[in-house]
C-alpha cells in the first residue's frame, strides 16, 4: 500500500471514531443565517463546526483539547470542509476585533465569572450583524431534566446570559428553555437546555 493510500485509509477509519453530530438547536438557528465567518468556541469533536463549513462558512474551531482538534482536522479534510482548527484555551483566546458574523458556544458550561470573561474577550470580535448564539445546559435540568453537569456553578439561564450580553452592548433576539430527548439504554429522557441569541447592531 502506498503511503497516500495508507495515510487516507488511517485518517478515513479516525474520523468515523467520533460523533460528529450538528446540535439541533444550533442547526435551526443557523440555518436561517447568511454564510460568513464563524467561531465555534469549545468546538469539542467538530460536529457544530463541521456542519457550518458544510454550508459554506469559513471556520475556526477552538478547544484546548490538541486531541479533539486533531480530529477536526482530520474529519474536515476527509469531508473537504476546511476548518482552521486551533488549541487554546477558551478563557484565553482574544480573536481580533470585528473578526467574525457568528460566535458560537455550544455546551460550553463555565462558572459564570468564567463564562462573563469568556464573552468579554470573544463578543468584540463579533462583527456589525452578527450573531452569538450560546446553546448549553440550563439551571433548570438539575431539577426537572436528565443527565448534564450537576455541579449547579457550572449551570446557568437564559435571564443571566442574556444580561450578560446586553451589558456587552448586544441585542438579545432570543432566550429560552428548550427541551431536548436523549436516547439511553432504557429509552428517552427528556433534558433542559438553554438557547439564547444576540446581534450586534449598527451603531
Not at 495508507?6 to 438557528?29: K, Q
Not at 463549513?53 to 486533531?70: F, K, P
Not at 460566535?103 to 470573561?117: A, C, G, H, T
Not at 446553546?135 to 426537572?144: H, I, Q, T
Amino acid at each position: 500500500m502506498t503511503d497516500a493510500a495508507s495515510w487516507r485509509d488511517s485518517l478515513a477509519a479516525a474520523a468515523t471514531a467520533w460523533e460528529i453530530t450538528p446540535n439541533p438547536f444550533v442547526v435551526a438557528a443557523c440555518r436561517r443565517l447568511r454564510p460568513g465567518r464563524a467561531l465555534d468556541l469549545g468546538a469539542g469533536e467538530g460536529g457544530n463546526a463541521i456542519w457550518l463549513a458544510g454550508r459554506g462558512w469559513h471556520v475556526t474551531a477552538v478547544d484546548r483539547a490538541t486531541v479533539s482538534i486533531g480530529r477536526i482536522q482530520g474529519r474536515s479534510a476527509l469531508l473537504n470542509r476546511p476548518v482552521d482548527a486551533i488549541v487554546a484555551d477558551a478563557l484565553a483566546y482574544q480573536p481580533r476585533p470585528d473578526s467574525f458574523d457568528l460566535i458560537l458556544l455550544s455546551y460550553l458550561e463555565l462558572p459564570e465569572p468564567q463564562l462573563r470573561r469568556v464573552l468579554g474577550h470573544t463578543v468584540p470580535a463579533l462583527a456589525v450583524g452578527g450573531t452569538v448564539l450560546v446553546v448549553g445546559c440550563d439551571s433548570a435540568n438539575l431539577e426537572g431534566g436528565w443527565g448534564g453537569p450537576q455541579d449547579p456553578d457550572l449551570l446557568t439561564t437564559p435571564d443571566r446570559l442574556a444580561a450578560m450580553l446586553t451589558d456587552l452592548g448586544l441585542d438579545v433576539r432570543r432566550a429560552e428553555v428548550v427541551r431536548r430527548e436523549v436516547a439511553s439504554d432504557v429509552g428517552f429522557h427528556t433534558a433542559l437546555d438553554h438557547v439564547v441569541e444576540a446581534v450586534r447592531s449598527a451603531a
